[in-house]
């Protein structure tokens, strides 16, 4: 089939038949020539409207405690294991967390996600997030997510119970390449902690990060394995090499090409939540915009956990030269 034959069948079966797309349709889509992106990005924008409206859902984040995490993932900075100049700080306090949740709330956000660098939460932080979640909602009115690592039944009903609206566990990368990028948990690890995330009733944010060394064919496999977890929201996340972490030398995707995967995610993937998420700043330079018009539909405004983001009224402008209504979006779209 020709380019504007494959843009046409994934327009009907997405618009007029409102199916999802085969994984045989999505790698005929990965494989269309770069100078027909913008092609695929505007049809995933219709589709982002058809499915999820014009909303746009402004999330900002905290690192609740920074540095020290025993794990290996090999993209981060904040293992221990690594030369990392990013060192391990306390758990910040409900104070310090009460502060961070009011910045992002006068920036018209609705999301709020706590975030911790642990494999997996003790008793202690745990009693910590539970304490706070309800401090930070009734201050604020925004909605709290929490980012804990691995978690156990018990420990996703309680936060469940407690009223952490969304939980963040990425799958990160495809099953077959998860070895290369991390072996001190599993992947079937991480499935396992979605699985009890939706278990308990809370909305399950679940995304990647690109640029890793993973092959196309690898990509279309996480897409794959994403779809099977049925997550609420998916952060898309671009490799920003870091000093001392491994994949440190591993060069930046192109900007035309992460557009390209933005308007594959949206078109396996359309009605999701669609966050821009890390690295989007070098990755994408002065196509940030462009990104907003090919399936994204959410974005984590300010710095992130261990990089700077650009200044969040920049996004905003952005978003409101635009013309999208910024405003909650939810798993019930």
Known sequence: MTPRALLRAAEEALLDERRELSSAELASLAALPAEVVPALGALAHEVRLAWCGPTVEVEGIVSAKTGGCPEDCGFCSQSARFGSPVGATPLLDPAEL??????????????????????????RLLGRVLEVVPAIRTATGLNVAASLGILTDGQARRLAAGGVHRYNHNLETARSYFPSVV????????HDTCRRVVDAGMELCCGAILGMGESVTQRLELLDELRAVAPTEVPVNFLNPRPGTPMAALPLMGPLEAIRWIALFRLALP?????????????????????LTAGINALIV??????????????????????????ALSGLL
């Open 183 to 190: 072996t001190t948990h599993t992947w079937e690890e991480r």
């Open 302 to 327: 300010g710095n992130y956990l261990t990089t700077l983001g650009r200044d969040p009224n920049e996004d905003l402008a952005m978003i409101e030269d635009l013309s999208m209504p910024v405003g």
């Open 98 to 123: 009460l502060a961070a949740a009011a910045e992002t709330a006068a920036l018209g956000a609705s999301e709020f996600c706590i975030v911790v660098a642990v494999r997996g939460p003790d008793e």
């Open 271 to 291: 009605g999701v939540i669609l966050r821009y998420a890390g690295g989007r700043e070098v990755t994408l330079r002065q196509l940030q915009a462009m990104g």
